[in-house]
């Protein structure tokens, strides 16, 4: 008699109990109630930042991309198991961080030189 490893199939998640669905639309609320903040900091960026902006502006700014990104990183940890059943507020989590990510890079990394700049200007818009 030889032994043989148990068959094992990918299966998708089961259905959810009626009872168990309202957490996970509960859950996509509350990402959606995330989400709407992260947009709204446009409009934050857009009276705080464009201008000169003041150190504790850029301060504050960094501080509300810390808050946000944390809260999101918590909505990652739930919905990036394989077995979450909503891939669309799956999806919308990891777009949202990697927007954060990039405001992050684009109002608190490194500055681009004169020349650099000039470089791109030139070759965008020859005269």
């Known amino acids: 008699m030889s032994a ?11 259905p959810l109990p009626a009872r ?3 957490v996970v639309r509960h859950l996509r609320a509350q990402v959606e109630d995330w989400y ?3 947009r709204q900091l446009t409009e934050w960026e857009d009276e705080n930042l464009l201008d000169n ?3 504790e502006k850029r301060a504050e700014h960094a501080a509300l991309l810390d808050e946000l990104g944390r809260i999101g990183q918590w909505f990652s940890r739930a919905t990036q198991s394989p077995d979450f ?5 799956a999806e919308l989590v990891q777009l949202t961080l990697q927007d954060l990510r990039d405001r992050r890079a684009m ?4 500055k681009m030189s004169k020349e650099a700049a000039d470089r791109i200007i030139t070759a965008c818009f020859p005269e």
């Not at 043989?4 to 089961?14: K, L, S, V």
């Not at 059943?85 to 507020?89: A, F, G």
């Open 4 to 14: 043989t490893a148990p068959e094992t199939h990918a299966t998708a998640p089961a």
């Open 20 to 22: 168990l669905r309202s």
């Open 36 to 38: 709407d903040g992260c």
């Open 53 to 55: 902006p003041a150190s």
């Open 85 to 89: 059943p909503d891939s669309q507020t």
């Open 107 to 110: 109002w608190h990394g490194k």
